[in-house]
T-cell receptor, first 115, second 109 residues
């Protein structure tokens, strides 16, 4: 595997379900990010981890819970979601956060539908 | 508030040149990025500008004017595979990326 991978690619869940999204990067990076992408809207940064420490939580509802067990893996745990949470969830990584000289590398995303 | 503006959609002809504009108002500036995103795929990095001027990379060039809060992405010799969304993003004083909504570029034969 190379780059940034995400599983599953598609997920349909009911509002009472609990599920997790997984992201893995094979680039030796130290920063990982979760973004939400909704149609015709800007990417919304949700969480940032730098060297396994969470450095940003952009007012994300508690029904989204991130976990970063090591620099290569990032999870997003989902529970009691709302239909408006349906979107594409993108994971990204970079050499480190807080440094403009390093671009972010994105995974293909998980298309989430909440019914 | 912080804001990135870019056109929602543009159409161009194969072989032609197209310029995608981006204007921004952010708290601080630590560089401007352009990404390309094909439908159903991950965004991929195209260019980074932090100083005023033009950066050329093959068929793609990116321009920045910090005093005007303005950038453009110039695509030459358009190919059908260039049909994609182009995302403009600015890194603010907190080193967070502020994203535009993207410009969907449609290439016609």
């Amino acid at each position: 595997e190379t780059g940034v991978t995400q599983t599953p690619r598609h997920l349909v869940m009911g509002m009472t379900n609990k599920k997790s999204l997984k992201c893995e990067q094979h680039l030796g990076h130290n920063a990982m990010y979760w973004y939400k992408q909704s149609a015709k809207k800007p990417l919304e940064l949700m969480f940032v981890y730098n060297f396994k420490e969470q450095t940003e939580n952009n007012s994300v509802p508690s029904r989204f819970s991130p976990e970063c067990p090591n620099s290569s893996h990032l999870f997003l745990h989902l529970h009691t979601l709302q239909p408006e949470d349906s979107a594409l969830y993108l994971c990204a990584s970079s050499q480190r956060a807080g440094d403009s000289s390093y671009e972010q590398y994105f995974g293909p995303g998980t298309r989430l539908t909440v019914t | 508030g912080q804001n990135i503006d870019q056109p929602t959609e543009m159409t161009a002809t194969e072989g032609a040149i197209v310029q995608i504009n981006c204007t921004y108002q952010t708290s601080g500036f630590n560089g401007l990025f352009w990404y390309q995103q094909h439908a159903g795929e991950a965004p991929t990095f195209l260019s980074y500008n932090v100083l005023d001027g033009l950066e050329e990379k093959g068929r793609f060039s990116s321009f920045l004017s910090r005093s005007k809060g303005y950038s453009y992405l110039l695509l030459k010799e358009l190919q059908m595979k260039d049909s994609a969304s182009y995302l403009c993003a600015v890194m603010d004083s907190n080193y967070q990326l502020i994203w535009g909504a993207g410009t969907k570029l449609i290439i016609k034969p």
